[in-house]
């Protein structure tokens, strides 16, 4: 089975804090997403990543930036977290096939 | 850009079926997506289908795909308590082969 661990469940940061928010997939996977899910709006694709060094904006990417170092590890960084980032995140990974998306358990993170 | 569509809520009786339908917009779709999410979790892989398939069954659920008219549907047979959650369609297209979501259909099944 895959898994996909993010580095918190839950998160309480205040507003300008630099915020890192990390993910780990197990399957040497090169695809990986960032999304953030908000109540109404459904999931949005913040960045994602194809390859180690390589990254792609989404379609929400201001105020964000991601870094992959290593082909496991896909960080998600908000260089000064502001209260309307207060949301779930969620990490993913796709299989080389593409047939299969798996999800990480999110990390609900609270800005003040 | 692709936009996938799926209705709110669904209210079903334990025993029923549940069909939760959705719509998306782009014929080059290669992969169609059904997630579950319970409360606080995150998304769990329930079955997808390639765009050249019209249906996959899988124990209780039933994917049907009609590609001329862009709609996707699934289908859990003997709707039970634990199925309670929101359903995800999602669709994947494009040259990186980008996945967009719907918005989540709430199953809500009554006892």
């Known amino acids: 089975d895959v898994k996909v661990t993010q580095s918190s469940r839950y998160l309480v940061k205040r507003t300008g804090e630099k915020v890192f928010l990390e993910c780990v997939q197990d399957m040497d996977h090169e695809n990986m997403f960032w999304y953030r899910q908000d109540p109404g709006l459904g999931l949005r694709l913040i960045y994602f990543s194809y390859d180690v060094k390589m990254k792609e904006k989404g379609d929400i990417p201001e105020g964000y930036s991601v870094s992959r170092e290593k082909k496991e590890r896909f960080s998600l960084i908000l260089e000064s977290a502001s209260t309307n980032q207060t949301s779930m995140y969620l990490c993913?990974?796709?299989?080389?096939?593409?047939?299969?998306?798996?999800f990480g358990p999110g990390t609900r993170l609270l800005v003040l | 850009g692709e936009d996938v569509e799926q209705s709110l809520f669904l209210s079903v009786r334990e025993g029923d079926s549940s069909v939760i339908n959705c719509t998306y917009t782009?014929?080059?779709?290669?992969?169609l997506y059904w997630y579950k999410q319970e409360p606080g979790a995150g998304l769990q892989l329930l079955t997808y289908i390639f765009s050249n398939m019209d249906m996959k069954q899988d124990q209780r659920l039933t994917v049907l795909l009609n590609k001329k008219d862009k709609h996707l549907s699934l289908r859990i047979a003997d709707t039970q308590t634990g199925d309670s959650a929101i359903y995800f369609c999602?669709?994947?297209?494009?040259?990186?082969?980008?996945?967009?979501f719907g918005i989540g259909t709430k199953l809500q099944v009554i006892p």
């Open positions: 782009d014929s080059s779709s290669t992969y």
């Open positions: 999602a669709a994947v297209s494009g040259g990186y082969q980008k996945v967009t």
């Open positions: 993913a990974t796709r299989s080389p096939s593409g047939e299969t998306q798996y």
